[in-house]
């Protein structure tokens, strides 16, 4: 147990242990609850046991009552007081009285079974009167009922003679006829009184009630046949009134020894508990002795639910604890020992894994708080350079423009606006350090100026006292857009006049419609710039404004720049751009003359013989035909004819350079895959050894092999050393160790665990198998 414990992991362990120990939680609350369900079915048992005890007492004393009553009755019977009272008639027998008094005592009997026997002895005529008969004299009737050990004169003196109140001879046999000559043995208790009810010298009669036992005593009965127990009542002087499930002189002991001042539920000897109950009227005292295990009966079914309820919990519990600690452990192990493989902490004194795990996050985080506050200082720096690359038109792809705005958190949602130059006057020439702060302070009132119109401008210094901006608009109307932001930069020069004393000259281009178009628009911004300083304007120039007296063709150096670079990158619907571009401006917003267009054609022309001039390096065959598509067109051509043919030959250019790029990407990828195949040992072997190799940045290089392959280049690396391991691992009889060192692997403990990740198995498992199959 200790060997297979010891396989886990000490993470897996500790989550185990936290887990049973939660577990045994709930399991001591279900012990408590056990024990307290244990103790409430006890005590509903002992309690349910009183009651029936209480009950048969109850109904004792209440027919013992109803003796008293007969007897209180008797006692102003007319017949009776007649009886024992009127001298005797001439009839010394007086058997008309008698007999009338004996029909009467017949109707008594019937209404109480406790009275079911009884006689009333008369010494005015010495006789005996029961229900059934009359004996004439006393010795008859004793000879039918006579008491064990208790002779004739002893029962005449001691039953019939001596005055009596309420009083109770506890339990005694006596014989009593059934049938003529026929006699048994029956145990009962004997009720005395004597009449008259204040007679304490010598009674005038004696009234006697034989109570059988078994009319008692049946009424605990159910105690005995229920627990299996016995029932005891004794009276106040310690005699026993009846018994029932012990033996008699057991029953005497106990009715000797019991303390009437203990408790209602005391323990006793062989196992059982003593329930009592004293009595308020005559002072009895009813007991039961009721075996524990009989009490027990319902707790042990408890017992035995609990148990079998709390093994099943333990077994699901312990089954639930073990997958949780694998699937809570497992990824934190998986960190843990990814952390491990880039440290060089010795294995021997590692630390504990929690600790070691904080440690080294907390220096990952310390380490990206450091980096994200040297990025956000940079940030500004980032910007500015990102608004000049936009200004000089250097994004050629949405993709590259998407990526470096989200790095320098500027929103490019709006893709339509203006661009523009504004020059602060005044300050041709900087000669003194006063002159460059008045003028930093100037740009800076004018910065802030329109940063409170309008948050969302980006703006750059551009040259010594010039501001480039990029101003963008709303999707809804363009040209409304664009005139409200024209007056409103005009409003912006006259308010910073006014306020501030500061002249301004503003130039802005037309109007562009997606972000790869800024420079183009910032190229017109500058040409309205150069018209306003040479018309020496102060005011608002726009580029529109320009064209009115220019008959020259547009072409300038940013477009022909742009066009040439959309070209290079194959970037087709860009460079389909930019040449509609080119021709609107001539030939829908200009009307050239036939010379100019001649030498607009002609640069473009030779735009395009520079892109075969390039260090684009295609086919001889391509370049001979790309050469003849370009000698071919005439500017003798229609306007949409020289489109339509610079349009295909753009279209034929990228799909060439696309091809050509795929080409030298799938040459990239093979040297790659080669270099690894031949350094997969090399333990050191990183996509930055790799990029340094390749004489590339790491992000181009693992961009370029997931789109080529479709896999990760770090997971290509895995599997060229896992695969090289498998082939050891068949062939040859090197140590696991060994082999794992050999492949570049730190440990074999990191080698275990990427050949599983890779083949699903260990490297021992996956010997042993190739060993069974062979």
Known sequence: MKLLWSKFSPMFRRFLISYLIILMIPQIAGYASYRASIEAARASSIENSLKSLNLGKEIIERNLLQVEAFTRQLAINQDLYRLIADPKPLDVYNVYGIGRMQRSLSMYSSTNEYLSHFFIYIPNYNVIITPTTVYYRPEHYYAANALEGMTYEQWSENILKKPHFNEIIPLRNYKREISSNVLTTVPAITFLQSLPLNSFNKPQATIGVLINEDKMANLTQHIVDQYGGWT?????????????????????????????????????????????IESGQNGWSYMAGIPEKALMTNADQIKQV??????ATLVLGLAIGLVLAYRNSAPIYKLLSVF?????????????????LASHIHHLIANNHSLENALNEQI????????????????????ELEAISSQTRISIQNTQGITGLLKVNGYASLDSEETIQELGVAKLIVRQTITEWNAEILMTDWGTDQIAFICPVSDECLEQAIHHCESELERLRELIYRDYRISTTIGTGAAYEVWNDVGRSFDEAKQAMDYAIHCGADQLVKFEDTLKENEMYYYPIESEQRLLNTVKAGEVQEALRILDQLFVRNFEERELSYEMVQQFIMEL??????????????????????????????????????????????????MEVVKKRSS??????????????????????????????????????????????????????????????????????????????????????????????VRGISPSVFRKMDNQSG
Do not use: W
Request: overall charge negative; charged content about 30%; glycine content about 6%.
């Open 306 to 311: 609990t148990f079998a309820f709390t093994l």
């Open 232 to 276: 005891l009542v004794r009276d106040a002087d310690g005699n026993v009134i009846f018994s029932r499930g012990i033996e008699q002189a057991e029953a005497q002991r106990l009715a000797e020894t019991y303390n009437r001042d203990a408790h209602q539920v005391q323990p006793i000897e062989g196992g059982r508990l003593l329930l009592s």
């Open 664 to 757: 030298t990407h799938a040459d990239t990828v093979q040297e790659i895959m080669s270099y690894i195949e031949n350094n997969y040992g090399d333990a050191n072997l990183t996509i930055y050894r790799i990029a340094e190799y390749m004489g590339k940045s790491e992000k181009f290089i693992s961009q370029l092999f997931k789109e080529h392959t479709g896999e990760n280049l770090s997971d290509y690396v895995e599997h060229v050393r896992i695969n090289a391991a498998s082939g050891l691992l068949l062939e040859s009889g090197q140590t696991i160790d060994e082999i794992a060192l050999t492949t570049g692997y730190n440990s074999a403990h990191s080698f275990r665990r990427a050949f599983k990740r």
């Open 380 to 399: 500004p720096l980032l910007r500015d350079g990102f608004i000049k690359r936009l200004l000089t038109g250097e994004f050629y792809t949405t993709r």
């Open 340 to 356: 491990r493989e880039q440290t060089s902490e010795p294995s021997g004194k590692r630390r504990n894994e929690y600790d070691f």
């Open 605 to 654: 022309k030779g735009t395009y013989l520079k892109l075969d001039e390039s260090k684009i390096k295609l086919g001889d065959s391509f370049t001979d035909e790309y050469k003849n598509c370009v000698a071919s067109i005439q500017t003798t051509d229609s306007i949409p004819a020289l489109r339509g043919k610079f349009k295909r030959l753009t279209e034929e250019m990228c």
